[in-house]
């Protein structure tokens, strides 16, 4: 059964969509940007929002029993080609060897963002009547 994940202490939107969905011990976050607890573009220079989004994902994979450790794949959306190698130094505060699997797509907000990040996790435990 899929579960539709939200809560108070979690990021959200205004937008149509849940900040994650589970199925078993497989979570899928959705899209996470530089946006305040009311889910509020935050106008940042490229670390800021990164920074933001990143603690953002945080935020949603560990309230749902998961972490940075159990990224199977990332999604990173960069607007501006040339954030590339700052996204990467920065990617590297996040994560260490093995990676997980990773997209990444450059010029795609046209100026509205600069970082989006979603991801698929693995769930350390799970609440399901499997």
């Known amino acids: 059964m899929i579960e ?12 149509p969509f849940s900040p994650a969905t589970a199925l078993g011990n497989l ?7 530089s946006v305040d607890s009311e889910g509020n573009i935050v106008t940042d220079t490229f670390e800021g929002e ?5 603690e953002n994902l945080r935020k ?11 990224i199977l794949q990332l999604r990173a959306y960069v607007d501006l080609p040339k954030d590339l190698p700052e996204f990467n130094r920065i990617y590297l505060e996040y994560f260490d060897k093995p990676y997980p699997s ?4 450059t010029t795609c907000f046209g100026g509205i963002l600069k970082f989006e990040v979603d991801c698929i996790a693995v769930r350390n435990s799970t609440e399901t009547s499997e």
């Open 4 to 15: 539709h994940l939200t809560s108070e202490n979690l990021p959200s939107s205004h937008l």
């Open 27 to 33: 979570l899928f976050v959705s899209g996470q940007a």
């Open 50 to 54: 990164m920074r933001r989004s990143m």
């Open 60 to 70: 949603i994979l560990e309230g749902n029993g998961s972490s940075f450790n159990n």
């Open 102 to 105: 990773r997209t990444t797509i």
